[in-house]
C-alpha cells in the first residue's frame, strides 16, 4: 500500500509524541488512536496503518526471544538477560523457549537482530559446505 508523504510526517510525529523517556507509552497511543479516529482528517486511515507499522516495529524491536536445547538455569538465564540488556537497554522483554531441534547452544533473536550459537546451524554450515 503507497502511503503519502504527508501521511507518514504525520505517523511519525503522532509516534514521537507517545513516547515518554524514549520508551512508548500504551496510553497515549490509545489516546492518539481515538482523537484520530474521531477528528479524521485527511489520509487518516493511512496516517492510522503507518503508526501501526511504526508501533509493531517498535514493540518487535523491544523483544527477545532466547530458544535453547534443555531449560537454562536461573543463573544463565540471569546471565544472558544481563547480557542482551547491557546491549539493548532495560525496557527489552525476554522470554526464555525451549526448542529440543537446536541439538544445543543457544538462539538469541532481539527484533530483527539473530544470534545462532546452535549446533544444529552449525551441522547445517558443515554440510552445505560439502
Same mark, same amino acid.
Not at 531449560?71 to 526448542?99: C, D, M, R, W
Given at each position: ?18 513516547? *515518554?523517556?524514549g ?6 497511543v490509545? $489516546? %492518539?488512536v481515538?482523537?484520530?479516529?474521531? +477528528? =479524521?482528517?485527511? #489520509? ?9 507499522r ?11 526471544? *532466547?530458544?535453547?536445547?534443555?531449560s537454562?538455569?536461573?543463573?544463565? $538465564? %540471569? ?5 542482551? +540488556? =547491557?546491549?539493548? #537497554?532495560?525496557?527489552v ?26 549446533v ?11
Amino acid at each position: 500500500m503507497k502511503i503519502s508523504k504527508q501521511a507518514q510526517r504525520g505517523a511519525r510525529q503522532l509516534f514521537r509524541g507517545c513516547q *515518554v523517556n524514549g520508551l512508548l507509552d500504551e496510553n497515549r497511543v490509545r $489516546q %492518539a488512536v481515538k482523537l484520530l479516529a474521531e +477528528k =479524521k482528517p485527511r #489520509g487518516y486511515v493511512e496516517i492510522l496503518a503507518r503508526l501501526h507499522r511504526l508501533v509493531k516495529l517498535d514493540l518487535e524491536r523491544r523483544a527477545a526471544r *532466547v530458544e535453547s536445547a534443555s531449560s537454562l538455569t536461573p543463573e544463565l $538465564q %540471569a546471565e544472558v538477560s544481563g547480557e542482551i +540488556k =547491557k546491549k539493548y #537497554g532495560n525496557a527489552v522483554n525476554i522470554a526464555f523457549t525451549q526448542n529440543p531441534a537446536l541439538i544445543g547452544g543457544l538462539r538469541i533473536q532481539v527484533g530483527s537482530d539473530l544470534y545462532d550459537g546452535s549446533v544444529k546451524t552449525r551441522l547445517e554450515k558443515l554440510e552445505e559446505s560439502f
